[in-house]
């Protein structure tokens, strides 16, 4: 079992539609990450996130990181067929360190 | 682009056999990290290192080892191969927290 679990783990939908991604854990995280990961190719950072609560947006993706920071959500508003992608969420659990764990992923496909 | 280069990209090999996956960046990052993926569980840690000669065990550690003996490179090792270690192994450096990846090393077990 891996500390952090996203759902879902699988999403295919209609261009314009919404959707929400999410990432939980039992553990606290000192921060979380989320990453954006192409077919070939590896990750690519999209957002780190530090303060429980915090929200951040980055054009249509909005990152909310917890007040508790055990769990954090993608929310991307009117998806385009461009975002279609694996999506991974990564946390530190030890302050001070660059361990980071991933989590177990969600495959969005966005169609045209 | 981060300089990070991954060898071999492609490697099949029989159950039993070492198998030595290399790292090299030229970034002079201090954080570097070894990586497997496979369909349902992202990416999980096996080892990283926060600097030469300095390594911590990840999630996923059993069956391989590691070695670090100069900044640039970062070697994974597995003693002897399994067809459960069949995956894509990715490494990564950082210096900031921001991961940057190479390109991925697929190995096969047969």
């Known amino acids: 079992t891996q500390l952090l679990e996203q759902s879902p783990q699988f999403l295919s939908i209609q261009e314009g539609e919404n959707l929400t991604v999410y990432c939980n854990s039992s553990s606290v995280f000192s921060s979380l990450q989320w990453y954006r990961q192409e077919p070939g190719e590896g990750p690519v950072l999209l957002v780190t996130?530090?303060?429980?609560?915090e929200v951040k947006k980055l054009k249509r993706l909005t990152f909310q990181f917890g007040d508790a920071r055990k769990d954090s959500s993608l929310h991307i508003t009117a998806a385009q067929p461009g975002d279609t992608g694996l999506y991974l969420c990564?946390?530190?659990?030890?302050?001070?360190?660059?361990?980071?764990?991933f989590g177990t992923g969600t495959r969005l496909k966005v169609l045209a | 682009d981060a300089g990070i280069t991954q060898s071999p990209r492609h490697k099949v090999t029989e159950t039993g056999t070492p198998v030595t996956l290399r790292c090299h960046q030229t970034?002079?990052?201090?954080?570097m990290y070894w990586y497997r993926q496979d369909p349902g569980h992202g990416l999980r840690l096996i080892h990283y290192?926060?600097?030469?000669?300095?390594?911590d065990k990840g999630e996923v550690s059993d069956g391989y080892s590691v070695s670090r003996s100069k900044t640039e490179d970062f070697l994974l090792t597995l003693e002897s191969a399994t067809s459960s270690q069949t995956s894509v192994y990715f490494c990564a450096i950082t210096n900031t927290g921001e991961l940057f990846f190479g390109e991925g090393s697929r190995l096969t077990v047969l």
């Open positions: 990564a946390g530190v659990l030890t302050s001070g360190t660059y361990k980071y764990i």
């Open positions: 970034e002079n990052h201090r954080y």
């Open positions: 996130v530090v303060t429980g609560g």
């Open positions: 290192s926060y600097g030469v000669k300095d390594t």
